[in-house]
Antibody
């Protein structure tokens, strides 16, 4: 059974870089048509899409975060990662990694499997 | 970018039907997915492609999408349905994924 697990520091200083990893277990991260993403949720607020990466390496970014975000895949470690630079208190959130699927193959991918999330606080 | 608008809250008595809306410009021409998020938990997909249910989701959950409004419908509401619900779509004109602001469902 496929499972996702986020890991990374729970506290990051302002202006520094937030780095998170999502470990994939139960299947290869390079399975055909595999698609992976990050979503965050500030305390008490709604969900915000951050970025996705396709198994081929094609990336998609939220335009409001694009200048600060990098998503990547490490197939040797079967995990994918998120880097967010120049963080501020506004980046304090629970960060979720997720798998995207599209069983109708029409391109309207949805997040069908989520990690438990990891809280990252930005504070000095 | 595309904007999805949800009411902040919806209240319903147990056993009744809850309807949670998701508004967007000509959203009926797009494909909407819905997530349930219970307090302290990760979101769970409850409806995809407007009206399909993943395995394990009760038949009480259904969806529709037409005009400028997509709707998540929960019949015979139970206390366990109390949660935040989010609509989401892929904006194919910009290749961006968009979430609505979320609706808190309260079971009275």
């Amino acid at each position: 059974q496929l499972q996702l697990q986020e890991s990374g520091p729970g506290l990051v200083k302002p202006a520094e870089t937030l780095s998170l990893t999502c470990s994939v277990s139960g299947d290869s991260i390079r399975s055909s048509n595999s698609f992976w993403g990050w979503v965050r949720q500030p305390p008490g607020k709604g969900l915000e899409w951050i970025a996705n990466i396709f198994y081929s390496g094609t990336t998609y970014y939220n335009p409001s975060l694009k200048s600060r975000v990098t998503i990547s895949v490490d197939t040797s470690k079967n995990h994918f990662s998120l880097k967010l630079t120049s963080v501020t208190a506004a980046d304090t959130a629970v960060y979720y990694c997720a798998r995207l699927s599209d069983d109708k193959t029409y391109g309207h991918y949805y997040f069908d499997l989520w990690g438990r999330g990891t809280l990252v606080a930005v504070s000095s | 970018s595309y904007v999805l608008t949800q009411p902040p809250s919806v209240s319903v008595a147990p056993g009744k039907t809850a309807r949670i809306t998701c508004g967007g410009n000509n959203i009926g021409t797009k494909t909407v997915h819905w997530y349930q998020q219970r307090p302290g938990q990760a979101p769970v997909l409850v409806i995809y492609y407007d009206s399909d249910r993943p395995s394990g989701i009760p038949e009480r959950f259904s969806g529709s999408n037409s005009g400028n409004t997509a709707t998540l419908i929960i019949t015979r509401v139970e206390a366990g349905d109390e949660a935040d619900y989010y609509c989401q779509l892929w904006d194919n004109t910009s290749d961006h994924w968009v979430f609505g602001g979320g609706t808190k469902l309260t079971v009275l």
